[in-house]
């Protein structure tokens, strides 16, 4: 096995406990546009099978609203309607309204004078990370990443493995000196089909999902005074994950 030299980061879920902000949003953005659609949260559960809003949306009409005639194009009609949902997202995280969730901040900036090299690969929008990244870190943040593959810059979204592989090539690193960070059975899927190493700590919106296969489950990554629980993989003594427990978990 490689040393282990970069640690690629998914965003929603994993970073920061994003989704719920992301269907609330969705929902005013079809209020909006004065369409009856409402997203409960047990709706969304299901409908996050599918990444990518604009996807979430069409599969939504596919599945709950077959009869739908919408005004003009359909794709123009959701590319709209999506626009909204990010102008809706991004309001709400530059207002400070979604922290980062417990040891992210610690580990990047541990990684980062470890020498580790980040990376993030997601299926959001590219204006959602810069948001997220600048209002809960620093403004500067998204310079902490040498690649911050995003969205509709592969042709195949999470479950697939495009964005891991795009994110790798950009960076000239090999699945086998990498650790990837997920929250979702999409993004666990993606991630191992790259051949990556894959930590999982659960969300909100995944903690029932299947992770068979992720190197370790938490429930966080930790932070002193939180401890992280362990929920499937190996038991460590550490509280927190830290660099060197990656290199650890990585070997
Ligand atoms: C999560 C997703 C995204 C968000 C919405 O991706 O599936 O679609 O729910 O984002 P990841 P957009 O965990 O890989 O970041 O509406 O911008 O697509
Ligand atoms: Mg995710």
């Given at each position: 096995?490689?040393?282990?030299?970069?640690?690629?980061?998914?965003?929603?879920?994993?970073?920061?406990?994003?989704?719920?902000?992301?269907?609330?949003?969705?929902?005013?953005?079809f209020?909006?546009?004065?369409?009856?659609?409402?997203?409960?949260?047990?709706?969304?559960?299901?409908?996050l099978?599918?990444?990518?809003?604009?996807?979430?949306?069409?599969?939504?009409?596919?599945?709950?609203?077959?009869?739908?005639?919408?005004p003009?194009?359909?794709?123009?009609?959701?590319?709209?309607?999506?626009?909204?949902?990010?102008?809706f997202?991004t309001?709400?995280?530059?207002?400070?309204g979604?922290?980062?969730?417990?040891?992210?901040?610690?580990?990047?900036?541990?990684?980062?004078?470890?020498?580790?090299?980040?990376?993030?690969?997601?299926?959001t929008?590219?204006?959602?990370?810069s948001?997220?990244?600048?209002?809960?870190l620093?403004?500067?943040?998204?310079?902490?990443?040498?690649?911050?593959?995003?969205?509709?810059?592969?042709?195949?979204?999470?479950?697939?493995?495009?964005?891991y592989?795009?994110?790798?090539?950009?960076?000239?690193?090999?699945?086998?000196?990498?650790?990837?960070?997920?929250?979702?059975?999409?993004?666990?899927?993606?991630?191992?089909?790259?051949g990556?190493?894959?930590?999982?700590t659960?969300?909100?919106?995944?903690?029932?999902?299947?992770?068979?296969?992720?190197?370790?489950?938490l429930?966080?990554?930790?932070?002193?005074?939180?401890?992280?629980?362990?929920?499937?993989?190996?038991?460590?003594?550490?509280?927190?994950?830290d660099?060197?427990?990656?290199?650890?978990?990585?070997?």
């Amino acid at each position: 096995m490689k040393k282990l030299t970069t640690l690629l980061f998914d965003v929603d879920g994993t970073l920061a406990d994003t989704e719920e902000i992301h269907r609330q949003s969705f929902n005013r953005a079809f209020a909006q546009a004065k369409l009856d659609w409402h997203w409960s949260q047990a709706l969304y559960t299901e409908l996050l099978s599918v990444t990518g809003g604009k996807e979430r949306i069409r599969h939504y009409l596919a599945t709950c609203l077959p009869e739908a005639v919408l005004p003009g194009d359909p794709g123009e009609y959701i590319a709209a309607l999506h626009a909204a949902k990010t102008r809706f997202y991004t309001e709400t995280v530059a207002a400070g309204g979604l922290p980062m969730r417990p040891g992210v901040e610690r580990l990047l900036r541990e990684a980062r004078q470890a020498g580790l090299r980040l990376g993030i690969a997601t299926t959001t929008t590219p204006a959602n990370v810069s948001a997220l990244l600048r209002h809960n870190l620093d403004m500067d943040a998204e310079s902490w990443f040498e690649v911050i593959a995003a969205g509709g810059v592969v042709p195949a979204k999470k479950p697939a493995p495009d964005i891991y592989h795009y994110a790798m090539q950009a960076m000239g690193v090999e699945a086998a000196e990498c650790l990837a960070f997920e929250d979702s059975a999409n993004g666990l899927h993606s991630a191992l089909a790259a051949g990556l190493q894959t930590l999982v700590t659960v969300s909100a919106y995944t903690q029932h999902h299947d992770f068979s296969g992720a190197a370790l489950v938490l429930d966080h990554l930790g932070d002193p005074g939180h401890p992280f629980r362990v929920l499937s993989g190996p038991a460590y003594d550490a509280r927190m994950v830290d660099v060197e427990l990656l290199h650890e978990l990585h070997s």
